[in-house]
C-alpha cells in the first residue's frame, strides 16, 4: 500500500510564495509520474502539474504556469511544487497523487492516478 503525505500549506498573502512537500511510502517511488491537482470550494478537482517517473518531463495547467515549478527527489521519495506570485485565485486544498502505471507518459487526467494524498490547504490572501 503507498501513502503519500503533504505538507508545507498555510496562509500566504498575494504575490507570495509557498513550497508544498509529498513524502511516499514505498519502494517504487522512482517508477511512477507524480501530480499535483488542488480543489477549491464548491468547484471540481483540477490538474496542475506533472512530472514523470524520471523528473525529466514536466507538465503544467495554463493558470499556473511560470509561476509553479513541479521536481522530485527519488533518493528521499519526495516531489515538490514551488509555488511563487501566488494568486487569490490559486487557494484550494492541494493533492498529490502517483500515477497508476509505471513509466506513463505526463497526464492531466486524475482517473490516470490511483493513489492519493490527504490534501493540505493552501489560502491566499488579498
Known amino acids: 500500500q503507498v501513502q503519500l503525505v503533504e505538507s508545507g500549506g498555510g496562509l500566504v498573502q498575494a504575490g507570495g510564495s509557498l513550497r508544498l512537500s509529498c513524502a511516499a511510502s514505498?519502494?517504487?517511488?522512482?517508477?511512477?509520474?507524480m501530480g499535483w491537482f488542488r480543489q477549491a470550494p464548491g468547484k471540481e478537482r483540477e490538474f496542475v502539474a506533472t512530472i514523470t517517473w524520471s523528473g525529466g518531463s514536466t507538465t503544467y495547467a495554463d493558470s499556473v504556469k511560470g509561476r509553479f515549478t513541479i521536481s522530485r527527489d527519488n533518493a528521499r521519495n519526495t516531489v515538490y511544487l514551488q509555488m511563487n506570485s501566488l494568486k487569490p485565485e490559486d487557494a484550494a486544498v492541494y493533492y498529490c497523487?502517483?500515477?497508476?502505471?509505471?513509466?506513463?507518459?505526463?497526464?492531466?487526467?486524475?482517473?490516470?492516478?490511483?493513489?492519493w494524498g490527504q490534501g493540505t490547504q493552501v489560502t491566499v490572501s488579498s
Open positions: 514505498g519502494r517504487t517511488f522512482s517508477n511512477y509520474g
Open positions: 497523487a502517483r500515477a497508476s502505471l509505471m513509466y506513463n507518459d505526463p497526464s492531466r487526467r486524475s482517473g490516470d492516478y490511483n493513489y
